[in-house]
């Protein structure tokens, strides 16, 4: 069963900054369609930015410009800096495939708020 195991979040004041990351157990990480998820509450969760095992990189309209997914292939990790974050950007954010395996990580928690 992958596991993956979110790290970095944590509370922040609106304008700052993060830096998740995510370390997967799975043999052909360097295969896979790697995305950021997150949920905010009462929310379900959502798709926050994708990249390729080519580094092609896709983000939602509402973290455009301010998100930046990367990953290293020799680590199995991927990352997410977050600029600029605002309140609307909290939420519980995971990692995961894309199509999303069942099993999913703890999330790490990042609050923004003054």
């Known amino acids: 069963q992958v596991q993956f195991v979110e790290s970095g979040g944590g509370l922040v004041q609106p304008g700052g900054s993060l830096r998740l990351s995510c370390v997967s157990s799975?043999?052909?990480?360097?295969?896979?369609?790697m995305a950021w998820y997150r949920q905010a509450p009462g929310k379900q969760r959502e798709l926050a930015a994708q990249?390729?095992?080519?580094?092609?990189?896709n983000y939602a309209d509402s973290v455009k410009g301010r998100f930046t997914i990367s990953r290293d292939n020799a680590k199995k990790t991927v990352y997410l800096q977050m600029n600029s974050l605002n309140p609307d950007d909290t939420a519980i954010y995971y990692c995961?495939?894309?199509?999303?395996?069942?099993?999913w990580g703890q999330g790490s928690q990042v609050t923004v708020s003054s």
């Open positions: 799975r043999i052909l990480f360097s295969v896979d369609v």
């Open positions: 995961n495939r894309d199509p999303a395996f069942a099993s």
């Open positions: 990249i390729t095992p080519h580094e092609i990189t």
